[in-house]
């Protein structure tokens, strides 16, 4: 059967107090614990806001270490009806004149009218690019290979014009229906004069320079019909046909050609899209004057944008430095890293890194640019100062982007680009101070562990005693009554 217990009954003891009491003294060393866990805690959130604004700091720095990312121009054409202009950051401030004096084409031809279905004969199309001279006059062949196309006598224009599309040829075939008849089109696929093509024709009919059978097709203005004395095939008289040729310019009065109505490589950093030729004007209606003026001047937004993205991400960090580590005198309360030095370490080389020089450029100190250090080691902008660097030419991007391989003289972007990395990387600073921060807390938690096991056996101990004490008393009571018992039955027999 079971037995009910109750420590401290046999003893009158009120044991549980007692238990309780002396467990909580053995558990005393918690509290301090506690309060250390919670002070870690406090650290560990605090240092990993510090590690993501030094991980902003670093991307902010990062970005404006490439000297691509200080220039813009502003591009602007006195007539973009005739031709437009963008720049990139690499261009001088200028500006100069254009002349518009030929459009890049391409070569295009139409074969004559015939009925819907008309199958002109079989034979084989040869088709080759290259370049004409003197308005049909001359072909010069390109280093492409000729292409080949078999036509069967019952191909149909819409079947000859979805062979040679085939082929790849570098020339596009299509169908053109007028509502009466049709016509087979061809046009290169690119414009300039090299992009001119040729197709002869070895004909069926034996005959190759008439136009009769798949000679009609043929686009080969030197080879003249015998019949007519005319050039045959597309370059028939009353066909209109029209040539590829390049784009012929003029900028400052120099001649430059391009093969696309795009001039890209003529001057660093510009590109101009050629829409419209342009002429003398006379005075009449539509007519454009000539020449063009092109013009480049600096951007400095992406500059100033730079210099305030900085700035800001600088101050961030700086301001929860200062935070962490100072006493408020007002409160009388430390900042959670007072007087560590890990963390006043990393304080003193960002202001000590604002203080420094970048060598190389023309003007060496941040303050020289209007970033002005505070004494609370923030940085402050003198607009007036930053807009007049910034408006010097590259002198406000030397002072960030110089490198000078040397970590103490680069420019600033880089001077900070790589303490970023240098701390968040493994071994560094930052990463040292947090993972040591996190052991604190891991031992911490090992230590309250150890002492909660500590007092769980010490509390086992002592109920364990406790009991052994009861059942002793337990039987001296007893022994007791009996005894007692006894004397008064004597007593009673005896009187």
Do not use: C, H
Not at 117 to 130: E, I, K, R
Not at 186 to 212: E, H, I, P, Y
Not at 278 to 289: A, N
Not at 394 to 419: C, E, I, W
């Amino acid at each position: 059967m079971a037995t009910i217990s109750s420590t401290g009954i046999g003893s009158g003891l009120d044991v549980n107090s007692i238990v309780s009491q002396l467990v909580a003294l053995e558990k005393s060393p918690l509290k301090t614990l506690a309060l250390k866990a919670t002070n870690v805690q406090s650290q560990i959130s605090a240092f990993g806001e510090i590690q993501s604004q030094f991980a902003a700091l670093t991307d902010v720095a990062s970005r404006i270490s490439v000297a691509s990312t200080w220039g813009a121009r502003n591009a602007a054409s006195s007539n973009t009806s005739a031709a437009t202009i963008t720049a990139t950051g690499t261009a001088n401030a200028t500006s100069f004149s254009l002349d518009v004096d030929q459009l890049a084409q391409s070569q295009s031809g139409s074969s004559a009218a015939v009925a819907p279905g008309t199958m002109p004969g079989a034979g084989t199309l040869t088709l080759q690019l290259g370049t004409w001279s003197a308005g049909g006059a001359a072909f010069t062949p390109g280093a492409a290979a000729s292409v080949n196309v078999t036509v069967e006598a019952t191909d149909t224009i819409a079947t000859i014009a979805a062979k040679i599309n085939g082929t790849n040829a570098g020339v596009v075939a299509s169908v053109f229906n007028d509502g009466t008849n049709e016509r087979l089109l061809l046009q290169s696929k690119s414009t300039g004069a090299a992009a001119g093509f040729r197709m002869t024709v070895a004909d069926a009919d034996a005959t190759n320079n008439d136009n009769a059978g798949l000679s009609q097709l043929a686009f080969d203005p030197a080879t003249v019909d015998p019949l007519t004395g005319l050039a045959s095939g597309m370059a028939t008289a009353g066909i209109p046909v029209q040539y590829a040729q390049d784009a012929k310019a003029r900028i400052n009065g120099l001649a430059v050609t391009s093969a696309t109505n795009t001039l890209a490589d003529n001057i660093p950093g510009v590109t101009i899209k050629l829409v419209a030729t342009t002429t003398t004007s006379y005075g009449l209606p539509g007519e454009l004057k000539s020449p063009l003026t092109m013009a480049i001047s600096e951007d400095v937004t992406p500059a100033v944008k730079n210099v305030s993205d900085f700035v800001t991400a600088y101050n961030k960090l700086n301001k929860s430095l200062t935070d962490l580590t100072r006493y408020d005198a007002a409160t009388k309360t430390a900042g959670l890293f007072q007087g560590d030095s890990s963390v006043v370490g990393l304080q003193n080389i960002l202001r000590n890194m604002l203080g420094s020089a970048s060598l190389g450029a023309s003007s060496q100190r941040l303050s020289d640019m209007g970033l002005e250090r505070q004494l609370d080691g923030s940085l402050t902008i003198n607009t007036p100062k930053l807009s007049a660097a910034a408006n010097n030419g590259t002198t406000l991007q030397q002072l960030f982007t110089n490198n000078n391989s040397n970590p103490l003289t680069n420019g600033f972007a880089l001077k900070f680009r790589d303490l970023g990395r240098g701390v968040a990387a493994s071994g560094g600073s930052v990463t040292n101070k947090a993972a040591a921060l996190q052991k604190n807390l891991d031992s911490n938690t090992k230590e309250q562990t150890k002492v909660n096991d500590r007092a769980a056996l010490f509390e086992t101990r002592l109920r364990k005693q406790y009991s052994a004490l009861d059942a002793q008393m337990a039987q001296l009571n007893a022994l007791n009554a009996y005894v007692t018992q006894q004397v008064a039955t004597w007593n009673k027999s005896t009187a």
